[in-house]
């Protein structure tokens, strides 16, 4: 089976940090187009960052802060994330692509509040 689970989400200050990870089984990771998005109450889904065989990209509100990584030994992608903001408050999910391939984690939440 193809499964993907977030951990790492919580309640955070403004200006901290967290690390997201996704946990893939039934593939590997490494070979996948693997994503992140987010998705605050009221708003549009949003993607916040990719990583492939060759690049990572970022969304603009994101780059600087986020670091997007695989772990290939443990079959994991993560979000390192950093000077967290209010505007960061959302579930974040992990999502894989390959080839016909198109797996979604039941996503983390993360609260970025005082």
């Known amino acids: 089976q193809v499964q993907l689970v977030e951990s790492g989400g919580g309640l955070v200050q403004p200006g901290g940090s967290l690390r997201l990870s996704c946990a893939a089984s039934?593939?590997?990771?490494?070979?996948?187009?693997m994503k992140w998005y987010r998705q605050a109450p009221g708003k549009e889904r949003e993607w916040v960052a990719t990583?492939?065989?060759?690049?990572?990209i970022y969304t603009d509100s994101v780059r600087g802060r986020f670091t997007i990584s695989r772990d290939n030994a443990k079959n994991t992608v993560d979000l390192q994330m950093g000077d967290l903001k209010p505007e960061d408050t959302a579930i974040y999910y992990c999502?894989?692509?390959?080839?016909?391939?198109?797996?979604w984690g039941q996503g983390t939440q993360v609260t970025v509040s005082s």
């Open positions: 990583v492939t065989r060759t690049y990572t």
């Open positions: 039934g593939f590997t990771l490494s070979t996948a187009v």
């Open positions: 999502n894989a692509n390959l080839g016909a391939l198109n797996s």
